[in-house]
């Protein structure tokens, strides 16, 4: 268990309004990551960080945020949400090579 | 580019039978291959690795994997499935001694196991 968890777990929220999903570890991992899961896609990356205000853009970047301000946190910003949006959110760590992942967040968009 | 290609969708294997899921992937550096299972309604779970030696890998729940460089392939095998592995399957590929570089991941493969 990599002590992971992510918040909420599950979101339905409005065309056009802010979301921020929170991922928190409890190991001090450095390197964090934001995944979105659809059907027929798999997983593809959104956002990484590799510190403390350190963070980079991913695949499918466009539309969302992250910040890290904390070791153990890693949030991720929806500015103004969209249908397109509507996904699994997932979040990992890094401990040396292998990911370990959260459990997953379901956003729904209406 | 760099990706991960699981060919087949959906898969449907009697319990008892065994079970082989495809795995190819085109990485430029030397990687490291990863296999993960999502239960439904569940987060990602790691079944095996191969990160160097012995090509073939033994992983959880009894699944094994053999890396084939030269047909840069990764596929998992069970010799006899149960009802409870019925799930996706993920592959995914990283870059050999790299810590921090995000996965790769295949599009899944969905087993169903029927009676």
């Known amino acids: 268990d990599a002590g992971i968890t992510q918040s909420p777990r599950h979101k339905v929220t409005e065309t056009g309004t802010p979301v921020t999903l929170r991922c928190h570890q409890t190991e001090n991992h450095r390197y964090m990551y934001w995944y979105r899961q659809d059907p027929g896609h798999g997983l593809r990356l959104i956002h990484y960080s590799y510190g403390v205000k350190d963070t980079d853009k991913g695949e499918v970047s466009d539309g969302y945020s992250v910040s890290r301000s904390k070791t153990e946190d890693f949030l991720l910003t929806l500015e103004s949400a969209t249908s397109s949006q509507t996904s699994v959110y997932f979040c990992?760590?890094?401990?040396?090579?292998?990911?370990?992942f959260g459990p997953g967040t379901r956003l729904t968009v209406l | 580019a760099q990706s991960v290609t699981q060919p087949d969708i959906h898969i449907t294997v009697s319990e008892g039978a065994s079970l082989e899921l495809r795995c190819n992937y085109s990485y430029g550096a030397t990687p490291y291959l990863f296999w993960y299972v999502q239960s439904p309604g569940q987060g990602l779970q790691l079944l095996l690795k191969?990160?160097?030696?012995?090509?073939l890998v033994q992983g959880i729940k009894g699944f094994e994997a053999e890396f084939k460089r030269s047909q840069s392939s990764f596929n998992l095998r069970k010799p006899s499935v149960h009802w409870s592995d019925a799930a996706e399957y993920f592959c995914?590929?990283?870059?050999?001694?790299?810590?921090?570089?995000?996965?790769?991941f295949g599009k899944g493969t969905t087993l169903s196991v029927s009676s």
């Open positions: 990992a760590i890094s401990e040396g090579v292998e990911k370990f």
């Open positions: 191969y990160f160097s030696g012995d090509t």
């Open positions: 995914a590929v990283g870059p050999a001694n790299q810590a921090g570089t995000a996965l790769i």
